[in-house]
């Protein structure tokens, strides 16, 4: 179980993930010793899965960003999840979701023409709706 402390360590790390312990200590009230061992103790337990950073899609060069609801055209998901693992340039995210649609993408693409591309291979396998990212 979570106490404050780790709850806040968590909130620290996700707001700057390089922060360094001795900064996380002061701003948890702990030394940086302290800190630096309930870390390790947390991926330890695998409360922390992992560390990432966010890219901005549009200073690599990715214009168009979408989120793309997947309607599979049968029970056998396999074609269309082939196609998504074989799309990693595009595909940000694949979500399984409950709901109206089977899964949910989130994607971004340098061009309408490659977009476009992805969508008419998509179609082979699955039905979808796009929506296109005006603003964040």
């Known amino acids: 179980m979570l ?3 780790d709850k806040l360590i968590l909130e620290e790390l996700s707001k700057n993930s390089r922060i360094t312990m001795k900064e996380l200590g002061k701003k948890v009230h702990l030394t940086g010793q302290s800190a ?28 168009i960003y979408a989120f793309i609801n997947i309607y599979t055209k049968s029970t056998n998901h396999e074609p269309y999840l082939s196609f998504i693992n074989s799309q990693e340039k595009y ?36 039905n979808y709706k ?3 990212v005006l603003s964040k």
Do not use: W
Request: hydrophobic residues 35%; proline residues 1%; charged residues 25%.
């Open 91 to 126: 595909v940000i995210n694949n979500y399984k979701i409950s709901g109206d649609s089977c899964y949910l993408l989130e994607c971004s693409f340098p061009s309408n023409e490659l977009l476009d591309q992805f969508l008419v291979d998509l179609n082979k396998r699955a």
């Open 130 to 132: 796009l929506s296109i």
């Open 36 to 63: 630096a061992s309930r870390v390790s103790k947390l991926e330890d337990n695998r409360v922390i899965e992992g560390y990432t950073i966010q890219v901005n899609q549009m200073k690599v060069g990715c214009l």
């Open 3 to 5: 106490d404050h402390t």
